[in-house]
């Protein structure tokens, strides 16, 4: 018996491992979903870049130069569980992405957001883009560039601030000099015209479907894991609850005072407290501690249920301070980014339920690490 196991083992270990799994990649992709939307769309806004689609060899290029410390970004690195994943587990989350054809629906194609000349910018581009990131905004495989086309524009523009400021290396050479000389009315004309290269990958009458990996096989049993040190864990039950665990040496009060600051300073509204537990204790009732702070933005609260009633349900959105049989604490919420998870919504409320998963999370990262 153990050994014909073993010998099962053994003979599908390789194979396993060289194939990436995009059903595990789809589970993978709920952490990434908080920030970048669940089709890996991306939002309008610096923060948010595109990843459905991008080729697998930049995914993963630009996934080890965060893990390594060479790009920085250090909310991703505590709230999506990279720097904790086995190679296995990057190959299916960049091979998911991957293959996720937005760009061929209409509905998803980037349009110029910022004030540019596209024609103005064809030239420049044609000139001094084009060797490497190809004549139609592709990019290239064997000069590990990514493609332009179909990147939000703001994205791009926030990127190529920081070649010029040297926070981020450009075309893998520290001496890149490609943007000094450019002002930045130039860069807007050459993004002008990189955001219409996607237009080319659109079909006419092409409706994008997500694959549903996850419900089209049965759930394997995957042994429990332990929860990343620091890192956040997106429940696998229900999968709509990102939690973090505080990090040694954070009490209760420093997390809460570090999340309301952090709030403060993304100006989000502090609408309501409530100590469950202290309540329940000072009816004499034995209780672990729990806390529930609630949030909200009147200006997004609006957008949302002008475009459906329904969000006021997940208003205003609520981190709570819980703590378990271990007497261990945990922030939690809901995941925002599961409400668009069923339908294509219309890119203002996709964008909103972005920027509030990510701002909950800063909240949340501010309350698990003390820090603000
Ligand atoms: C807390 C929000 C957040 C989460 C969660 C998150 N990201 Fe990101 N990600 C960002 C931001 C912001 C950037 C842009 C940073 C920059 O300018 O370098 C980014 C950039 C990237 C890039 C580079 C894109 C490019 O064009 O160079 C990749 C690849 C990426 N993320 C992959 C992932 C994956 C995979 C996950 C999930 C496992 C994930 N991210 C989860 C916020 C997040
Ligand atoms: C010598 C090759 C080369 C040339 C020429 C070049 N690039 Fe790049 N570019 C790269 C590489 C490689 C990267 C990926 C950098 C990384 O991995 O962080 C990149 C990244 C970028 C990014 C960031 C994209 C993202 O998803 O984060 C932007 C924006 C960009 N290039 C714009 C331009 C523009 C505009 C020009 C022309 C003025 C240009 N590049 C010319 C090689 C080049």
Same mark, same amino acid.
């Given at each position: 018996m153990i050994r014909s196991l073993l010998l099962t083992l053994f003979l599908t270990l390789p194979y396993a491992s060289m194939a990436a799994d995009l059903a595990n990649g789809e589970r993978i992709n709920k952490n990434c979903? @908080?920030?970048?939307g669940i089709f890996g769309q991306g939002a309008t806004g610096r923060l948010s870049p595109r /990843?459905?689609? /991008?080729p697998e060899y930049y995914l993963r290029k630009s996934i080890a130069d965060y893990i390594s410390g060479k790009r920085s970004n250090p909310t991703m690195m505590k709230t999506s569980g990279l720097a904790q994943m086995s190679q296995q587990e990057i190959d299916d989350v960049t091979a998911y992405l991957s293959s996720l054809? *937005?760009?061929?629906d209409q509905r998803f194609n980037i349009l110029?957001?910022? %004030?540019?000349n596209p024609e103005n910018g064809e030239e420049l581009y044609m000139d #001094? $883009?084009?060797? $490497?990131?190809?004549k139609d905004g592709m990019g290239k495989e064997k000069k590990d560039s990514p493609p @332009?086309?179909?990147?939000h524009p703001e994205y791009l523009f926030q990127s190529i601030q920081m070649f010029k400021g040297k926070v981020r290396e450009h075309a #893998?050479? %520290?001496?890149?000099?490609?943007?000094?000389? !450019?002002?930045d009315q130039e860069v807007l004309d050459m993004l002008a015209f990189a955001a219409t290269l #996607? #237009?080319? @990958?659109v079909v006419p009458g092409e409706r994008f479907m997500p694959p549903r990996l996850m419900a089209a096989r049965p759930p394997l049993p995957v042994p429990p894991r332990p929860a990343p040190s620091g890192g956040l864990r997106i429940t696998d *039950?229900?999968?709509?609850v990102a939690q973090m665990e505080l990090k040694p040496g954070v009490t209760r009060e420093d997390a809460v005072q570090a999340m309301l600051s952090k709030a403060v300073e993304l100006n989000l509204k502090l609408v309501g407290s409530q100590e469950v537990s202290r309540e329940l204790e000072a009816r004499g009732v034995e209780t672990p501690f729990l806390a529930i702070y609630q949030f909200c933005n009147p200006m997004d609260a609006r957008t949302m249920i002008i475009n459906? %009633? *329904?969000?006021?349900? !997940?208003? %205003?959105c609520r981190i709570s301070l819980v703590e378990d049989a271990q007497g261990k604490y945990w922030l939690m919420m809901l995941n925002l980014d599961m409400l668009i998870n069923s339908q294509l919504l219309p890119q203002a409320v996709v964008d909103t339920a972005i920027k509030v998963n990510r701002q909950m999370l800063d909240i949340m990262v501010a309350g698990a690490t003390g820090e603000f």
């Amino acid at each position: 018996m153990i050994r014909s196991l073993l010998l099962t083992l053994f003979l599908t270990l390789p194979y396993a491992s060289m194939a990436a799994d995009l059903a595990n990649g789809e589970r993978i992709n709920k952490n990434c979903a @908080l920030c970048h939307g669940i089709f890996g769309q991306g939002a309008t806004g610096r923060l948010s870049p595109r /990843l459905a689609g /991008l080729p697998e060899y930049y995914l993963r290029k630009s996934i080890a130069d965060y893990i390594s410390g060479k790009r920085s970004n250090p909310t991703m690195m505590k709230t999506s569980g990279l720097a904790q994943m086995s190679q296995q587990e990057i190959d299916d989350v960049t091979a998911y992405l991957s293959s996720l054809k *937005i760009a061929r629906d209409q509905r998803f194609n980037i349009l110029q957001s910022a %004030p540019g000349n596209p024609e103005n910018g064809e030239e420049l581009y044609m000139d #001094d $883009c084009k060797t $490497c990131h190809a004549k139609d905004g592709m990019g290239k495989e064997k000069k590990d560039s990514p493609p @332009l086309a179909g990147q939000h524009p703001e994205y791009l523009f926030q990127s190529i601030q920081m070649f010029k400021g040297k926070v981020r290396e450009h075309a #893998d050479d %520290p001496e890149d000099e490609t943007f000094t000389d !450019y002002s930045d009315q130039e860069v807007l004309d050459m993004l002008a015209f990189a955001a219409t290269l #996607d #237009d080319t @990958l659109v079909v006419p009458g092409e409706r994008f479907m997500p694959p549903r990996l996850m419900a089209a096989r049965p759930p394997l049993p995957v042994p429990p894991r332990p929860a990343p040190s620091g890192g956040l864990r997106i429940t696998d *039950i229900t999968q709509t609850v990102a939690q973090m665990e505080l990090k040694p040496g954070v009490t209760r009060e420093d997390a809460v005072q570090a999340m309301l600051s952090k709030a403060v300073e993304l100006n989000l509204k502090l609408v309501g407290s409530q100590e469950v537990s202290r309540e329940l204790e000072a009816r004499g009732v034995e209780t672990p501690f729990l806390a529930i702070y609630q949030f909200c933005n009147p200006m997004d609260a609006r957008t949302m249920i002008i475009n459906n %009633p *329904i969000f006021a349900s !997940y208003m %205003p959105c609520r981190i709570s301070l819980v703590e378990d049989a271990q007497g261990k604490y945990w922030l939690m919420m809901l995941n925002l980014d599961m409400l668009i998870n069923s339908q294509l919504l219309p890119q203002a409320v996709v964008d909103t339920a972005i920027k509030v998963n990510r701002q909950m999370l800063d909240i949340m990262v501010a309350g698990a690490t003390g820090e603000f």
